[in-house]
């Protein structure tokens, strides 16, 4: 055989191979993600039966005419003494729950209410699958349920600490109604976010929603965003990495969990644009191991808040709360003194 022809026959079976294995590799990734169950791994326990006793829980109204029951954190104050200043409203960050703040709470608590809910679907509140009107998992949603939990607890002013997440939420709290907000207290704000934002189509492809259920499974039952979270791991106990995993004896939890994160992959975060209008009082702290969010980004947002001062915490990552409790605390106790 001539080497010429002998060649052509050898590129035309290496095209022949390359494309059996481009086209296999494209039905595992249409087909794949399809194997994933979507049978709820969850517990079979209503939030009340999983209640710790520290638990409390509220009904708010939710989307539609479907209310949602909220669990709760709450220390507080006498005021027997006088008026109280407003309360201050702890926000925890993406995947943690209320008792992320249960180092901090009680001393907090010495001249005012102290109060920290679980944002749904995280912790012990609300999971809902199936909703009229707003997606409960919406920026929107997660605004009106603070509005509302403060309206069922008769607070018409309060000082919202927020972690992470949680501090955007804070921060969206502070544009959407500047007069509820006396004060911020942002914590690792997370803001300068760098993830994909996928059109709405994509994101109802069942692949990409079993992806995500896959995706919620492994941050819902493992410890590995918690261990990120620390500077130094060590420093978590066996109660808070018990704490973590709160919700999973709860019934539908990782589907609930799912609906999040689906709705997030088309949702971008945006409260950057608005840095500049927010004038309440702010205080941002700020871990400086932080391996989440980077603290130069901290650092940015301060800088761009018209009425914000940093602190950085040495040692600390990404919940100070847990892993620098009393460094927090002064930050919050210092602000009450400017």
């Known amino acids: 055989m001539h080497p010429y022809t002998a060649s052509k026959i050898i590129v035309k079976w290496l095209v022949i191979l390359l494309g059996s294995l481009l086209g296999l590799g494209v039905l595992v990734a249409l087909l794949g993600p399809l194997l994933i169950s979507t049978q709820s791994i969850s517990g079979s326990y209503s939030a009340q039966e999983a209640a710790l ?28 003494d006088g008026e109280p200043p407003p309360p201050l409203m702890l926000l925890h960050g993406f995947t943690f729950n209320s008792f992320t703040w249960n180092r901090v709470m009680e001393v907090l608590s010495a001249d005012r209410s102290v109060l920290a809910y679980d944002q749904v679907p995280y912790g012990l509140s ?26 069922a607890k008769g607070i018409e002013q309060a000082v919202l600490v927020g972690n992470s997440s949680g501090a955007t939420l804070a921060m969206e709290a502070a544009l959407s109604a500047p007069e509820r907000v006396s004060e911020l207290v942002l914590i690792n704000p997370w803001v300068y976010v760098h993830r994909p934002t996928l059109p709405d189509w994509i994101t109802r492809l069942p692949q990409i929603r079993r992806i995500s259920l896959w995706l ?23 109660e808070h990495r018990a704490l973590s995993t709160l919700h999973t004896p709860v019934r539908n939890w ?14 971008p975060v945006t409260v950057s644009a608005q840095l500049d209008q927010i004038s309440q009082p702010t205080r941002v702290i700020i871990g400086a191991e932080d ?9 940015r947002v301060a800088a761009e808040l018209p009425n914000a001062r940093a602190v950085v915490l040495p040692a600390c990552g990404h919940v100070p709360q847990e ?3 009393q460094a927090v605390i002064e930050v919050i106790l210092m602000q009450d003194q400017d």
């Open 53 to 80: 006793a520290q638990s409390r829980f509220i009904t708010i109204p939710g989307t539609g005419n479907t209310d949602l029951l909220i669990h709760y954190l709450q220390h507080e104050h006498d005021t027997a």
């Open 216 to 238: 919620a499974r492994q941050l819902g039952t493992t410890d590995w965003l918690l261990v990120l979270s620390y500077h130094d791991p060590e420093r978590i106990d066996a």
């Open 254 to 267: 990782d589907l609930a969990w799912r609906e999040l994160l689906v709705h997030s992959l088309s949702s």
């Open 323 to 325: 892993e620098c409790p």
């Open 126 to 151: 609300a999971k809902p699958l199936e909703w009229q009107g707003e997606n409960p998992y919406s920026k929107e949603a997660a605004l009106a349920h603070l509005w509302a939990f403060l309206d």
């Open 291 to 299: 391996r989440v969010v980077r603290p130069e980004d901290s650092l």
